[in-house]
């Protein structure tokens, strides 16, 4: 299955454990505003509450416009796409393009490379991009490498530049969390302070749930089995991220290749690691980390965790048998798995 229907899945799975606790609460009902539509090849639902009951769905839609504009690389036209065809660089026309940068300097940096979105040259020499292989070319992959690396671009207040004209921008691991990012910047600024917003399964968990009186209520995917949960956790005033590689993957010869890379290998992981649910001040940095955690494996991943007590996670991994987990200390009260194991 492709990573648009993950999304779908993933999206259609977290609204429906919001509604059933919605519905199975008590008390007096504050009827919230919902705004939904289409973006970044998935979908976005927007759940909040307004006493002056605003409908933002016109302003949502525009702000979305705007990120794609900035940050897609399925639009020829969007800055990304600009500078990844240039040879030198380019100047910022949008505001849009550097709070991502800048983002994805610090998870760099932090992880040690294992977030880089200078991997995209390597995604698409692995088929998971515009070009469809039918077997991985070990010398192609090989002379990728060489341009791969986040060092390799510098950008300032004004512009973006890199230092071979080869190097090229992906940032599809985080641009439904800077997505996310963005419409709850927006509705903040109109006084909302309290809402859920996701786009494509990541998001922002603002405030409490007015209705329930509670804090938000989402639902983990189960990597096993991902039309499930595998429990329940309460959030408030952090993101949430998901990353697993149970849908987006790709056969060759018989092999199965996770789309995650490894930047610094230039191959996709091979670690028993199926999911990284990521907690943080803001959707794009967990989205980040998110995606680091797959690319480093779990153990790596929980060495990682103990030296960043600003990020909640909770990982899971394959052994015989089964799967085991692991649950950062300061979010495991608020998450109830449907198993004690």
Known sequence: MSNRGKNIIYSLLLIAAVLVVMLYRKGKAIEPIRLEGKTMGTSYHVTYFDGKKRNFQKAVDSLLILVNKSISTWDSTAEISVFNRSKRGIGFSLPYFKKPLKVSRDVYQGSSGAYDPTVMPLVNAWGFGPRKITSPD??????????????????????????DPR?????????????????TDFLKSQGISNMLVEVGGEGMAVGINLQTKESWTLGLVDPQ????????IRLENKSFSTSGNYFNYREINGIRYAHTIDPKSGYPVAHQIMSASVFAENCTLADAWATAFMSMGHEKAIEVLKAHPELEACLIWSVPGGAE??????IAAQIEFTNSK
């Open 325 to 330: 987990r692991y649950v950062t200390p300061g």
């Open 225 to 232: 089995g991902p039309e499930k949960f595998i429990g329940y």
């Open 167 to 183: 190097v090229q921008l992906d940032f599809s691991a985080i641009g439904q969390g800077y997505g996310a990012d963005v419409i």
């Open 138 to 163: 070990t010398t192609e992959i090989e002379e990728v490498k060489k341009f791969i690396g986040f060092e390799k671009i510098t950008f300032d207040s004004d512009s973006l530049l890199k230092s």
